[in-house]
């Protein structure tokens, strides 16, 4: 069978334990294996079960998460095992229904987990089986509609019913992640390629089908280094938008690239004069539907006040926070290499 000789060897194949299977599948949702690999370990290592993670303090889960991106995974995956350990005592449940209440566990997840871990009859369709089935049995519709996902599905529990659920799920996850990959897949290598649709009719670049394109938001971030000998003024960002939980540097966002009114709130810091402001630096930083405009400036100067989000940390425990990517960039190349 292809999945005998091709499959990967992965840190979480073969793995039964539960905990380990949505860690893996958690990592792998928004990440490329080769980037969550590490990661993984890493958190398996530090995190060796549920009750491990249920009992850390939330900033070291993140801080193992820095880089990953999509900060809300981490945040769920730490609510879900304290979840497991006050409704189901620290063991994993082993029913879909309790599987889905978890925090942050969807329909596939819990799809993935049960299959996985269970041998129970779940169907987990992501990205690449999705694709997969598309294909070979030709959808012509638009991926984003409910009634194409309700077709894949019927069509995957079908095909589920003649192999063993953990196996199949497996399976058609790695054929769609190494072989029938979105662009240029080896067709001319491919078991299915008689009973190919797509291959058959020359569908292969168009299919599966998205027909309306997401819109891309673009945010103007202003981020200001108010530094003073070894202190520097951080902030946790505490709502509801992207890297909550996450620190920053004091923010000033803005609707476009006019940095209109920013004087006026760098006054509630104590800066008087635009002299004492200097642009460092500035970059962009692609989100799935975000693209984020940032500059980094440099204010000589601490505030006498500062407001509850906000701490003075030292270069030391500037380090040892959790930073969204394009801040710890910055940190890295402006300020522990200027030391
Ligand atoms: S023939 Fe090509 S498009 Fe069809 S399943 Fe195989 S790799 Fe995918």
Known sequence: MWYDEHKRDLPWRGEIDPYKIWLSEVILQQTRVNQGWDYYLKIVQQFPTVKDLASAQL???LYLWQGLGYYS????????AQQIMSRHGGVFPTNYDEVIQLKGIGEYTAAAICSIAYNQPYLAIDGNVFRV???????LEDIQLRSTKNRVHEIGTRLMKEVEPALFTQAMMEFGAIHCVPKNPDCEACPFQRECYAYQEEQVSRLP???NKIKIKNRYFHYFIFS????IVIEKRENNDIWSHLYQFPLFETKGRSSKGMLQWL???????????????????????????ISFYDVELVPKQLS?????????ELTQKPFP???????KSQILNQL
């Open 209 to 211: 089908l998205k027909i």
């Open 133 to 139: 089935i598309c294909r070979i049995f030709g959808i």
């Open 267 to 293: 006054a509630q810091y104590g800066v008087e004069d635009k002299k004492q402001v200097k642009l460092i630096e500035t970059c962009e930083h692609k989100l799935t539907h975000q693209n984020l405009h």
């Open 59 to 61: 900033e070291e889960v």
């Open 73 to 80: 995974r981490a945040r769920n995956l730490h609510t879900a």
């Open 308 to 316: 509850s989000n906000q701490l003075l940390v030292s270069i030391e």
């Open 325 to 331: 990517v394009p801040i710890q960039r910055f940190i």
């Open 228 to 231: 003073h000998n070894d202190q």
